[in-house]
């Protein structure tokens, strides 16, 4: 390959798939259409996870996944929505928004431009190698909580019981214990229905895709029983007081967010108009900024307070009577139904309030309509604040969302023997993601069951993604009516078979046997991520820390050993070993790198050691574990030479690696140690150290540290 070739795929990789072979194309046109049966249903429930309509995940797995194939390094590789990144897309935009509103929606496609610009920026500047920030134990901790927390947050789905909104793990468990003995019985026989297909076909059919078939067959059982039932009442239909008081205080609090936000964008124009006509009246321009951020505060508490009526109200099931024809009410909560009239029989709940009726529901939930056509491609509403509010989780979801990526594409690469460029992928993510921002899409990233199947379907290049995408295209442009019975149980079904896999303790296990720091960071990033939640990337950024802080830990205590001759002639950590150490001649071996993390404790250590040994005469320092040195490990050998020296005692060092040497050599230390201090095996030093020692009681022949021949 010549340097143009080189450089053209480098900027264009998709060119390495060029001229096209026949007897690739069938394989790659199998295989992505294969994985678009398996993405569209997944995408759906992945962007219910995400707290979007369904229909933003079919938009995240059309520009997307094209534009990952064609800009990335894997050929295999497949992109868009997930379980993980949709959970902290989630837990980013939840304390902002509410789930499914406008301004919700605005902010998961503005967090997927902000982290697009973040990967290619990270790939441009070659930053792959910043993946290693986040340990395996750390990496290990957050994937078991976050797949509990994934499962926990679809159980209500699959149950047919309202479910936990407050987004804390441990509070929305607790409710949702509570709410499981309400249990929609169609719901849970539904999920269990494709639950039972997807984890069978995995086991015993997998290369026949488990998910389609649960899809759509529990579609067409949907359809043929009539699922759901809804029905549209007045609010004076309910007989209880409480209830009707709850619409009422709802349609107010809707009334005021629609006044906070008239008068938000009136102030923004003001403030505006006041910067650009008197930019010098600062006094004028901080109270009319105080004055918008008291507002967004009284928007934020009634937003809050829409979402905590909805949720009073989701909680309630209700019964209704045969007095339907008259003009008393008809609906009475199931805890007070105690009255003469005979009911038909269902549960019904709440499910969406327009202000002039009720939208109830009965049997199990489904889709319901999905827009059909292609999204509009127009770049995503910027706000600064919310970019600013967004970039820490934005940090996350690019760091695990792309070590995702990035171990999947090494485990195919590996079979396939391709070589994969980790900032090449970087660049390929990044790009997918800003280009699904202007295409209505949420943040994106490498599937791993996904690339499996295209694996194993025999895709040879990224020209399967492209087909992946096209069959998207199509069916947003055709097919969306098809998915209006399919259950929302079954999406959650398909969600919990795709993460329960995740939950896995057993490298938590290892990685305590191993190093208990390894152990600690772990459990301390499973238990802070459960803590934390909704704001998962504070569980991620805690573990990170944390084993930085383990790690330095662990470097400023290095093992320091006095060492003494073993029978088998090798020199030991005398100690361990119980040998008999020199009182004239110490040696001592230090195992670490001398920096400035643990300088403090060398120096420390070597003068404690000859505090023992009021007979020493000569210090030898084993060298062998000292991989690098920095200015203040040079710093302290010149102290402590010029230390020892000033009592009477030499020094020498044996095993000084090259790197270390150099260092030295490059300072005035190498002169002060001085050459003839200065040994390759210890075996030498010591030699040389025997006939140094001027004291008469000294008998080399009989020294402790003397080499039997």
Same mark, same amino acid.
């Given at each position: 390959m010549?340097?143009?070739?080189?450089?053209?795929?480098?900027?264009?990789?998709?060119?390495?798939?060029?001229?096209?072979?026949?007897?690739?194309?069938?394989?790659?046109?199998?295989?992505?259409?294969?994985?678009?049966?398996?993405? %569209?249903?997944?995408?759906?429930?992945?962007a219910?996870?995400?707290?979007?309509?369904?229909?933003?995940?079919?938009?995240?797995?059309?520009?997307?996944?094209?534009?990952?194939?064609?800009?990335?390094?894997?050929?295999?590789?497949?992109?868009?929505?997930?379980?993980?990144?949709?959970?902290?897309?989630?837990?980013?935009?939840?304390?902002?928004?509410?789930?499914g509103?406008?301004?919700?929606?605005?902010?998961?496609?503005?967090?997927?431009?902000?982290?697009?610009?973040?990967?290619?920026?990270?790939?441009?500047?070659?930053?792959g190698?910043?993946v290693?920030?986040?340990?395996?134990?750390?990496?290990?901790?957050?994937?078991?909580?976050?797949?509990?927390?994934?499962?926990?947050?679809?159980?209500?789905?699959?149950?047919?019981?309202?479910?936990?909104?407050?987004?804390?793990?441990?509070? &929305?468990?607790?409710?949702?214990?509570?709410?499981?003995?309400?249990?929609?019985?169609?719901?849970?026989?539904?999920?269990?229905?494709?639950?039972?297909?997807?984890?069978g076909?995995k086991?015993?059919?997998?290369?026949i895709?488990?998910?389609?078939?649960?899809?759509?067959?529990?579609?067409?059982?949907?359809?043929?029983?009539?699922?759901?039932?809804?029905?549209?009442?007045?609010?004076?239909?309910?007989?209880?007081?409480?209830?009707?008081?709850?619409?009422?205080?709802?349609?107010?609090?809707?009334?005021?967010?629609?006044?906070?936000? &008239?008068?938000?964008?009136?102030?923004?124009?003001?403030?505006?108009?006041?910067?650009?006509?008197?930019?010098?009246?600062?006094?004028?321009?901080?109270?009319?900024?105080?004055?918008?951020?008291?507002?967004?505060?009284?928007?934020?508490?009634?937003?809050?307070?829409?979402v @905590?009526?909805?949720?009073?109200?989701?909680?309630?099931?209700?019964?209704?009577?045969?007095?339907?024809?008259?003009?008393?009410?008809?609906?009475?909560?199931?805890?007070?139904?105690?009255?003469?009239?005979?009911?038909?029989? @269902?549960?019904?709940?709440?499910?969406?309030?327009?202000?002039?009726?009720?939208?109830?529901?009965?049997?199990?939930?489904?889709?319901?309509?999905?827009? /059909?056509?292609?999204?509009?491609?127009?770049p995503p509403?910027?706000?600064?604040?919310?970019?600013?509010?967004? %970039?820490?989780?934005?940090?996350?979801?690019?760091?695990?969302?792309?070590?995702?990526?990035?171990?999947?594409?090494?485990?195919?690469?590996?079979?396939?023997?391709?070589?994969i460029?980790?900032?090449?992928?970087?660049?390929?993510?990044?790009?997918?993601? #800003?280009?699904?921002?202007?295409?209505?899409?949420?943040?994106?990233?490498?599937?791993?069951?996904?690339?499996?199947?295209?694996?194993?379907?025999?895709? @040879?290049?990224?020209?399967?993604?492209?087909?992946?995408?096209?069959?998207?295209?199509?069916?947003?442009?055709?097919?969306?009516?098809?998915?209006?019975?399919?259950?929302?149980? #079954?999406?959650?079904?398909?969600?919990?078979?795709?993460?329960?896999?995740?939950?896995?303790?057993?490298?938590?296990?290892?990685?305590?046997?191993?190093?208990?720091?390894?152990? %600690?960071?772990?459990?301390?990033?499973?238990?802070?991520?459960?803590?934390?939640?909704?704001?998962?990337?504070?569980?991620?950024?805690?573990?990170?820390?944390?084993?930085?802080?383990l790690?330095?830990?662990?470097?400023?205590?290095?093992?320091?050993? %006095?060492?003494?001759?073993?029978?088998?002639?090798?020199?030991?950590?005398?100690?361990?070993?119980?040998?008999?150490?020199?009182?004239?001649?110490? /040696?001592?071996?230090?195992?670490?790198?001398?920096?400035?993390?643990?300088?403090?404790?060398?120096?420390?250590?070597?003068?404690?050691?000859?505090s023992?040994?009021?007979?020493?005469?000569?210090?030898?320092?084993?060298?062998?574990?000292?991989?690098?040195?920095?200015?203040?490990?040079?710093?302290?050998?010149?102290?402590?030479?010029?230390?020892?020296?000033?009592?009477?005692?030499?020094? /020498?060092?044996?095993?000084?690696?090259?790197?270390?040497?150099?260092?030295?050599?490059?300072?005035?230390?190498?002169?002060?140690?001085?050459?003839?201090?200065?040994? @390759?095996?210890?075996?030498?030093?010591?030699?040389a150290?025997?006939?140094?020692?001027?004291?008469?009681?000294? &008998?080399?022949?009989?020294?402790?540290l003397?080499?039997?021949?």
């Amino acid at each position: 390959m010549n340097a143009q070739t080189a450089l053209s795929h480098r900027w264009f990789p998709f060119l390495r798939w060029f001229p096209l072979r026949g007897k690739y194309l069938w394989n790659d046109l199998i295989a992505g259409v294969t994985v678009a049966l398996v993405l %569209i249903p997944q995408s759906m429930a992945y962007a219910q996870l995400a707290g979007l309509p369904p229909v933003y995940g079919l938009y995240a797995s059309f520009l997307p996944v094209i534009f990952a194939t064609l800009f990335g390094s894997s050929n295999q590789l497949s992109t868009g929505p997930v379980a993980m990144t949709s959970l902290l897309t989630a837990s980013a935009l939840t304390t902002l928004a509410s789930p499914g509103s406008d301004t919700y929606i605005q902010l998961a496609i503005q967090l997927a431009l902000i982290a697009g610009i973040i990967r290619i920026a990270m790939g441009l500047l070659r930053l792959g190698l910043v993946v290693n920030l986040l340990s395996h134990p750390v990496l290990t901790g957050f994937t078991n909580a976050a797949a509990i927390i994934i499962s926990f947050s679809q159980l209500s789905k699959w149950l047919g019981v309202p479910g936990g909104h407050t987004g804390r793990f441990l509070t &929305d468990a607790w409710e949702l214990l509570q709410q499981a003995r309400h249990f929609n019985e169609a719901s849970l026989l539904m999920g269990v229905f494709a639950f039972a297909i997807i984890m069978g076909f995995k086991k015993w059919l997998p290369r026949i895709p488990g998910v389609l078939v649960a899809v759509v067959l529990s579609t067409v059982i949907s359809w043929q029983i009539g699922f759901q039932h809804e029905m549209r009442v007045p609010v004076s239909h309910f007989s209880d007081p409480e209830i009707r008081h709850l619409f009422q205080e709802l349609q107010a609090k809707r009334d005021s967010v629609r006044v906070l936000q &008239d008068r938000i964008q009136s102030e923004n124009q003001r403030l505006k108009q006041l910067q650009k006509q008197h930019p010098d009246e600062e006094t004028r321009i901080l109270a009319a900024r105080f004055e918008i951020e008291l507002l967004q505060l009284e928007l934020k508490e009634s937003q809050d307070e829409v979402v @905590r009526i909805e949720d009073d109200l989701h909680r309630f099931a209700f019964l209704q009577t045969d007095s339907a024809g008259s003009d008393k009410p008809y609906l009475h909560t199931i805890d007070k139904a105690h009255f003469p009239h005979k009911t038909e029989g @269902r549960k019904w709940h709440y499910k969406k309030y327009n202000g002039d009726e009720v939208l109830l529901i009965a049997g199990g939930e489904i889709i319901g309509d999905i827009p /059909a056509g292609l999204p509009q491609l127009r770049p995503p509403e910027l706000s600064w604040d919310a970019m600013v509010t967004l %970039i820490p989780a934005a940090f996350a979801l690019v760091l695990i969302g792309f070590m995702e990526a990035i171990s999947i594409a090494k485990t195919i690469s590996a079979r396939t023997r391709e070589p994969i460029d980790v900032d090449q992928e970087l660049i390929g993510q990044g790009i997918a993601n #800003v280009v699904g921002s202007f295409s209505s899409a949420y943040p994106v990233s490498g599937s791993f069951s996904r690339s499996a199947l295209n694996y194993t379907m025999g895709a @040879r290049t990224g020209l399967s993604s492209v087909v992946t995408g096209i069959v998207v295209m199509i069916t947003l442009l055709f097919f969306t009516p098809l998915l209006y019975y399919l259950p929302k149980a #079954v999406l959650a079904a398909v969600i919990i078979s795709a993460v329960i896999g995740l939950i896995n303790f057993k490298p938590i296990l290892l990685a305590w046997k191993a190093q208990r720091h390894d152990g %600690i960071s772990a459990i301390a990033t499973f238990v802070a991520t459960l803590l934390f939640a909704p704001h998962l990337e504070m569980g991620i950024y805690f573990g990170a820390g944390l084993t930085v802080a383990l790690y330095l830990l662990r470097n400023m205590t290095p093992r320091v050993a %006095i060492l003494g001759r073993h029978p088998d002639g090798t020199l030991r950590d005398a100690k361990l070993h119980n040998l008999p150490t020199c009182d004239y001649i110490a /040696a001592v071996r230090f195992d670490g790198s001398l920096t400035f993390v643990n300088v403090t404790y060398f120096e420390d250590s070597i003068l404690h050691i000859i505090s023992q040994y009021p007979k020493l005469r000569q210090v030898l320092i084993v060298c062998d574990g000292i991989n690098q040195i920095d200015a203040s490990g040079v710093e302290v050998i010149r102290n402590v030479v010029k230390h020892v020296s000033s009592h009477g005692i030499g020094i /020498a060092f044996s095993g000084l690696k090259k790197q270390v040497l150099d260092v030295l050599q490059s300072t005035s230390a190498y002169a002060l140690l001085g050459e003839e201090n200065i040994f @390759r095996t210890e075996n030498q030093a010591l030699d040389a150290l025997f006939d140094r020692v001027k004291d008469p009681e000294f &008998d080399p022949e009989k020294c402790p540290l003397r080499k039997k021949t």
